[in-house]
């Protein structure tokens, strides 16, 4: 078979090549003075020469003339000036690189730390936002500032480096350079005070650039050059199909746990991956019978399980009964063939007595390797918190002290009818009672009070420690250790008890924001919930940002709390990136808000954020995953609402589509039988060769007005119905009589009428009715000529007026067919109309139209049944306040 590129590995490589983002190439030293950024200055120039635009974004020149001289001829970007303590210190200017969009931008010290309330606290960061640019980018970086090797380079040196980078950063480059020079050339150099000033280079040549040191730096700085160099030949292999001897693919797995040795574990797996070319994983197991409480160790595992992370690791907090039997469980489903643990750091009578997890783990490996690693010399066990502290408060060792004198009191009166040994129990109900109610170091202190006590008020001869019978060394003995064990199984009973009421409160709070975000209809009912709930399990102030017209807005928030400029910013910043921004993150940290993007599968939808109110702590890790576990049940929910909400404006789209289709065949009905009837009439009146009487002549004619009038009305009140959607009537509201009304519409409808009776009822002394007479006239026509539209020829229209102390009353009743009881409010919608008889035509606009005017002058209209057979159409007016 010929050979074909591995899939894999060609999708994995598209990838890495995003055309949108910047490349960005690393000079990489192994110290100060070997010629980085003289490199990367004399590459600029070469890039310049062959049209490529370069800036200088940050260059330190550290006064050495040769560097300087190649800075002349490139533009250098404004820096940003940050005060600190009154002192300004000079920095990056991100926005400034990016407004100014070069090709290529210097950044020289790649590791450096950011002065505070900078977007980021690292530079390497402030480098990722001008790659998302599309910016390329060249910087400089001392191999002593990876990550992965800080603890092997202060084995080494002895000192401790804390400006760090990520490996992943490395290894995401897409070109190093390693900027070479022999160890004895630089010492040259740095006497000859070409690195630093004469005093600084003679600290540096005592403390840090001796050449034992500088060899060892070198040698990482190559090594780290040549896995990068193997790695890219590998994958170019691989992606062609060219055979080559492949190595089965190792897994890593490193322990980790709270002591300070988890760091140099996550360290060393990092760089044995590398040599290996090995996926690797970190893993925290938290015990079910033994539930870590401890603040400070779940802080130290949080931050370590962070760093393996950044470092490149699949991490994973893992629950079981046993170390040993989680971290295998995991190790075999994931086909893990290295194991890295730690050297135990406890004394080896404790780890006999309690049992070696590193031994186990050992015994029950199997065919997975496991790797043991020592503890660096710098780091004292005395930094893991000791589980037997002192309980707080401290008062509560005084209750111990309290219950245990009460508990001889009682022995005491009643000593002398029990035996000794039957005392004994009364110790030890003591005993759990300080552990239940006081905690395990006043349990602990109550057990050996308790024996105390006991040898010396109850155990003759009294009043002393000495003991008369040799048998009760063995009371005593039993005594102590029964008490012992008692009070740490009900110490523990009551950790673990305290830890299955966190994790259920946890459950709680998920399951009934789950429930209530179920039976949300809309996305402020859905913000609300959301909102309500996170404030309540976390005490703090809540808001919802998400964009609107392209621009991310404050959606909702709790009552008491406003987001300012700076905190919009942060939210800004998170949406836009797709990251985690504000307190307790890499970017923007000086922020008080703390803002987490909701994102689903569909992408990002806005950024939920949380304000701690005045005097708390930043989140716990537990709490950041609980809401960041809030965040995902927020974004799902917000996106149904926005679908549910597409959902209901595409059906009433559909809907608007299907009435405006009826409504246009409709019209083109009503506007085409009246232009039938006036072309027909013209064109006869217009054929000089038909022989027309005079009366034939008169009747064409009126039959052609009447359809203009008919077609008049028509366009009026579809105008009129687009005005009063668009609330474009101006009302000309005078004193107006209803007589004058009525009058007014029958002469309009004088020929619709025919000889149709009209009776008008009207009572004397009717006042005046502040209206405007021209639209209410329209209504009044609109009305009238329904009812003359739906009844019989020879049957009756009476028109009543009557009138109350505050409204006056005008009701058209016809004797047609009437309305069906369930269209009695229908009939006042737009384009709808009762099922009629197909000699009646109409759009259905009239009495919609006759239901805004009346509304609009501040009246009210109705339809009903009228007794016998018929409709009646109620218009009701109000009086005005003033004769």
Known sequence: MNPRPDPDELLKQLKTEEPSRGKLKIFLGYAAGVGKTYAMLEAAHQRQQQGVDVVIGYIETHGRVDTESLVKGLEILPLRQVEYHDIKLPELNTDAVIKRKPELVLVDEFAHTNAPNSRHPKRYLDVDDILDAGIDVYTTLNIQHLESMNDVVAQVTGIIVRETVPDKVLDKASEIEVIDLPPDELLIRLKEGKVYVPEQAKRAIEKFFRKGNLSALREMSLRRAAERIDSQMRNYMRTRAIQGPWAVAERLLVCVSPSPLSEKLVRTTRRLSDELKAEWFAVHVNLTSKPELNEANIERVAKTMQLAEELGARTRILTGRSIPEAVLAYAKKHNVTKIVVGKPIRPRWMEMLSGSIVDQLIYTSGDIDVYVINEAPEIKPSKVPEELHLHQPYWRYFLAIGLVALTTILGRLIHTSLEPVNLVMLYLVSTVVAAVYLGRGPALTTSFLGVLAFDFFLVPPYLTFAVSDTQYFITFVGLFLVSIVVSTLTARTQEQAEAAIQREAHTSALYTLGRDLTSATDLRQVAEIVISHISEVFGRDVAIFLPENGTLRLYASTAEYTPDDNEMAVATWSFEHDQTAGAGTDTLPAASLRCQPLKTA?????????????????????????????????????????????????????????LQTALLNSI????????????????????????????????????????????????????????????????????????????????????????????????????????????????????????????????????????????????????????????????????????????????????????????????????????????????????????
């Open 602 to 658: 569909r992408g990002q939808i806005g950024v939920l954020g949380i304000h701690p109110k005045e005097g708390e702590k930043s989140l716990s890790p537990d709490q950041r995953q609980t809401f960041y576990t809030f965040a995902n049940q927020a974004a799902l929910a917000v996106e149904r609402a926005r679908l549910a909400e597409q959902a209901r404006q595409a059906e009433l789209l559909q809907a608007t589509e299907k």
């Open 668 to 883: 083109s009905h009503d506007l085409r039988t009246p232009l039938v009837s006036i072309t027909g009439a013209l064109s006869s009146l217009r054929e000089e060769s038909l022989n027309i009487n005079q009366e034939d002549r008169s009747s064409l004619l009126e039959t052609a007005y009447g359809e203009a009038e008919r077609l008049n009305r028509l366009v009026g009140n579809l105008l009129n119905m687009t005005r009063l959607e668009a609330n474009a009537i101006h009302l000309r509201m005078e004193p107006s009589d209803i007589q004058d009304a009525i009058g007014a519409a029958l002469d309009q409808l004088e020929e619709r009428l025919g000889k149709k009776p009209i009776v008008v009822t009207i009572p004397e002394g009717l006042p005046l009715v502040s209206l405007d007479f021209a639209l209410f006239g329209q209504v009044l026509v609109n009305v009238i000529d329904n009812a003359i539209k739906y009844s019989p020829k020879d049957t009756q229209i009476d028109i009543d007026v009557t009138q109350t102390e505050k409204e006056i009353c005008i009701l058209v009743s016809d004797r047609g067919i009437g309305i069906p009881k369930e269209d009695l409010e229908r009939v006042f919608d737009k384009f709808y109309r009762v099922s009629r008889p197909e000699s009646v035509t109409g759009t259905g606009l009239g009495l919609a139209i006759c239901k805004g005017i009346i509304e609009t002058i501040g009246g009210r209209i109705s339809a009903s049944n009228r007794e016998g057979g018929g409709t009646v159409i109620t218009i009701t007016l109000p009086k005005a306040k003033k004769p």
